[in-house]
């Protein structure tokens, strides 16, 4: 049952990779923000089902946790990908943590410009939020396929 769910990711991943790669060669600008987006999208969406793919490897079979914390909840310390996930949210920089910077960024509206003019010029580091280049995404891509290829091998050794 949970390679079905394994499938359902790589399906996600191959897709979003797919987008990326139709971005780089997209003439108009509208097009390659279409195209970023869907790939974002679907590379939450498979982040999303990681945490559904785990519950079924623990034989529960109803639940959909939307986070972290709820799989926490469902299973406490039996789970050791539990620990392993929130090993990487609590790390510096890792796909995790890109995909958790990229949902922030991509359900929010933009940031305010402030005007500059003389009387206002102050030096400041400005939020410019996640890399947004299609090799950031495309890593994170892969570093997530690596981690549920690694969790499927384990779990079908069982």
Known sequence: MASQWHSLISQKVFLAKTLISQRDRA??????????????ELSLRARALVLIMITRFYQDKQSEPQNLEALRALFGDEAAEIGELEALAASGSNWWIYLSQLERYQTRP?????????ENIIAVAADTGPDRTSEALSQALTDLKHFIDALEERHSEW
Not at 27 to 40: I, R
Not at 110 to 118: E, N, R, Y
Request: charged share 20%; hydrophobic share 45%.
């Open 27 to 40: 003439d108009t600008l509208p097009a390659q923000e279409a195209l970023w987006q869907g790939a974002v």
């Open 110 to 118: 933009p940031a305010a410009k402030k005007t500059v003019s003389d």
